[in-house]
């Protein structure tokens, strides 16, 4: 079973306008962190935002925000007021915590979202 | 300089050459990370450093043989590639491996193996 299912291959979102990124991860750990990236065509991959396990409150970061639903295992990326520059490829990545130490990060095969003005 | 450097950016070799592929960071990590990014596929770790040791290998053929000789640098070493190993390769580097901190990840090297 894949540990991060990112369902939206592609999405349109109008300029100013908020769109929400899908996320869903699969673990069986208590304690693992959820990350976001951002990859524009650069290809350069830009850390967005980060939500641990036992974090009660949804993470925040400017017009970022994860909508972290622990029961369902998702981690939605909203991002608010779009912008053309926010076209990119999203990526959802887990780093889970295992035996004491840090796994790797396991990231989600991404969702390309173009903003449209 | 600040932050996670890879040079260079793109690559064309032949499935014949030797070639290397740096990675450099500013950042006073101890741990740092190769990741191979196809075409509309996952990023998939290739090699963790963590302190100049090889702490993990992910079945990656020996084709490619990573080098860290400090913990600011790490080489991918390339030869005797197939064309399926074209693919957009990035480097990162983080705190440590032990803690929840964000990977930061350099531009990448396109490579193109003909």
């Known amino acids: 079973a894949q540990k991060i299912t990112q369902t939206q291959p592609g999405m349109f979102v109008q300029e100013k306008e908020a769109v929400t990124l899908d996320c869903t991860y699969d673990?069986?750990?208590?304690?693992?962190?959820l990350f976001w990236y951002k990859q524009p065509s650069s290809g350069e991959m830009i850390f967005l935002i980060y939500q641990g396990s036992y974090d009660e409150q949804n993470a925040t970061e400017g017009r970022y925000s994860l909508n972290f639903q622990k029961a369902r295992k998702s981690a939605n990326l909203v991002i608010s007021a779009s912008q053309l520059g926010d076209s990119a490829m999203y990526f959802c990545a887990m780093r889970e915590y295992f035996s004491g130490s840090a796994r790797q990060l396991t990231f989600g095969s991404g969702t390309q979202l173009t903003v449209l003005p | 300089e600040t932050g996670v450097t890879q040079t260079p950016r793109h690559l064309v070799m032949g499935m014949t050459n030797k070639k290397s592929l740096k990675c450099e960071q500013h950042?006073?990590?101890?741990?740092m990370y190769w990741y191979k990014q196809s075409a509309k596929k996952p990023l998939e770790l290739m090699f963790v450093?963590?302190?100049?040791?090889?702490?993990e290998n992910n079945s990656v053929p020996s084709r490619f043989s990573p080098e860290c000789p400090n913990s600011s640098h790490l080489f991918l070493h390339l030869h005797t590639l197939q064309p399926e190993d074209s693919a957009l390769y990035l480097c990162?580097?983080?705190?440590?491996?032990?803690?929840?901190?964000?990977?930061?990840f350099g531009p990448g090297t396109r490579l193109t193996v003909t």
């Open positions: 673990t069986s750990d208590q304690s693992y962190g």
């Open positions: 990162a580097s983080s705190p440590d491996r032990e803690t929840f901190g964000e990977q930061y």
């Open positions: 450093y963590s302190l100049e040791e090889r702490v």
């Open positions: 950042l006073g990590h101890n741990a």
